[in-house]
């Protein structure tokens, strides 16, 4: 992708299922920083903790509702103990949350294994996606089950890194999950079986460092007093809201969900702001720009005095260029730089674009006051060219064996960034389950978006065998693309 050129100016802009009757929510917070075998984390690790905990005491958590285990879980067996702990009073009413943040490493044979690795500085042990099952299906309830590390897609099946690949296997390709023997599991990764889990630093950050996966995830449900993943307005998130959200919020890696019913399971959110920062309440136009109308309007509210800064990072020869990112200031209210508080609006255009540009972008935006540079937002950028004509293709394994524990790899391939529709139909030509709604593209290896279907309905029922059809619809331009393919569903 060409470099694309910026420009920064004022505008004036005026400012599905039934959801499940959950009771009560608990949660447990664990942070491995310190390893015999692998570098250390440190202070990254805990301002996770900071944020989301911080965020679920807003929601209403405390006391023994809300457990934090910060370096102290070095083995499976510290981990079941602390999960006894922390949810053995859940009932089936209950939501149970494990949110877990460590490092993802690759198996030392090949097994085509990715472990997360349990340590806490003087003993570690690997954590593999069956025994992370086992610890987790005894519990009553709905459980929601958050990855943050290297590779964790992977451990649900969403695919293994490209380098490790063995013969006859490709990148991307659905693997075995333990995790779809029971619907009541709803799991939640950080980034693809292929892809690293990035993470801001910042001696100034009253955090710590901390990842961009856990930063925008409690953006998303409120820590800073907005509900930035309420897509609909209604004052709640959905899981299937809070997914949609991080695909856009954290650019450098595809997070990943596996859930027979993320319409209709709600998480707990702040009622007020728990943590603040200089910049929050971030709003943001379509991120799909057309090469033509290449501007993207977003606004957010300055709480103190602050001066901001921006930089966009180019997605070039299959990774983000952060080396050659585009820096820039903004000129402030009047000029000097500085913003006063209150609610700001603001457009970034890209120039020096041809009809035929096209690709992907990273915004970031930060605050900076004093010695202090905090990062505030990000923002997942889609450029398409002015053009009808692009290739666009679905396909698909031709039978789903729901005995397989395997999910349906469905590929949806097209050449320039868009918005995507994907949905599968019974023989009647009755809509069973949506996969995507106009979702944006996101860059992947070879331009091919990947989705799966678990053989699951709307709300979660398995569905029965027979024939069903797969149909994937987008707009280039003014033109819409359309294709289908068929799918075979057997329970033998």
Not at 54 to 63: E, H, I, N, Q, Y
Not at 211 to 217: D, E
Not at 370 to 387: K, T
């Amino acid at each position: 992708m060409r470099k694309f050129g910026w420009m920064l100016v004022s505008m004036l802009i005026l400012v599905s299922a039934p959801a499940l009757g959950l009771c009560r929510t608990r949660a447990l917070l664990v942070a491995c920083k310190e390893f015999v075998s692998q570098p250390d984390l440190g202070s990254a690790i805990s301002g996770n903790l900071h944020m989301i905990g911080s965020a679920l005491v807003g929601a209403g958590l405390r006391g023994t509702d809300l457990s934090v285990e910060d370096g102290t879980i070095g083995s499976v067996g510290a981990l079941e103990a602390s999960m006894e702990d922390a949810f053995s009073a859940a009932s089936e009413e209950d939501l149970s949350i494990l949110y877990l943040c460590t490092h993802g490493i690759l198996s030392s044979s090949d097994d085509e294994q990715v472990y997360l690795l349990l340590g806490d500085g003087t003993m570690e042990s690997p954590l593999s996606a069956a025994e992370l099952y086992e610890l987790i299906r005894g519990i009553q309830g709905e459980k929601l089950l958050i990855l943050d590390a290297c590779y964790s897609g992977a451990l649900i099946g969403r695919g293994m890194p490209e380098q490790t690949l063995l013969p006859g296997t490709r990148a991307g390709e659905a693997l075995p999950s333990v995790f779809l023997a029971d619907p009541s599991i709803h799991v939640l990764t950080s980034a693809s079986g292929y892809e690293s889990s990035w993470y801001y630093d910042s001696e100034s950050l009253s955090s710590g460092a901390v990842s961009y996966f856990a930063s925008a995830l409690s953006s998303g449900i409120g820590l800073y007093g907005t509900l930035e993943a309420d897509a609909d307005g209604d004052g709640g998130v959905s899981l299937m809201e809070l997914q949609r959200y991080l695909s856009v919020a954290v650019p450098s890696s595809s997070s990943q969900l596996l859930s027979a019913r993320a319409d209709s399971l709600f998480l707990p959110v702040a009622t007020g702001p728990m943590l603040s920062r200089p910049l929050s309440g971030f709003s943001y136009g379509p991120s799909l720009l057309m090469a033509d109308e290449p501007t993207l309007d977003f606004s957010f509210t300055v709480t103190q005095d602050t001066a901001i800064q921006y930089r966009l990072i180019d997605f070039e020869d299959g990774r983000w260029n952060w080396e050659d990112a585009t820096v820039f200031l903004d000129e402030g209210d009047d000029g000097s730089g500085m913003l006063d508080a209150g609610r700001k609006t603001r457009s970034l255009t890209l120039s020096n674009l041809s009809a035929d540009d096209s690709g992907y972008l990273m915004l970031q935006i930060f605050s900076v006051c004093e010695d202090e540079v905090i990062l505030c937002s990000e923002r997942l950028i889609a450029v398409q060219p002015v053009l009808s004509e692009a290739p666009f293709g679905l396909s698909s394994p031709s039978t789903l064996n729901l005995a397989d524990m395997h999910e349906l790899p469905i590929d949806v391939r097209l050449g320039v960034p868009a918005e995507i529709t994907v949905s599968v139909f019974d023989e009647e030509g009755s809509l069973v389950r949506r996969l995507a709604s106009s979702q944006l593209t996101r860059p992947t290896p070879g331009g091919i978006t990947r989705l799966y279907w678990d053989g699951r309905d709307a709300q979660g029922v398995q569905v029965a065998e027979g024939q069903y059809t797969l149909a994937a619809e987008t707009l280039v331009g003014s033109v819409r693309h359309k294709a289908t393919t068929g799918v075979t569903v057997t329970s033998r």
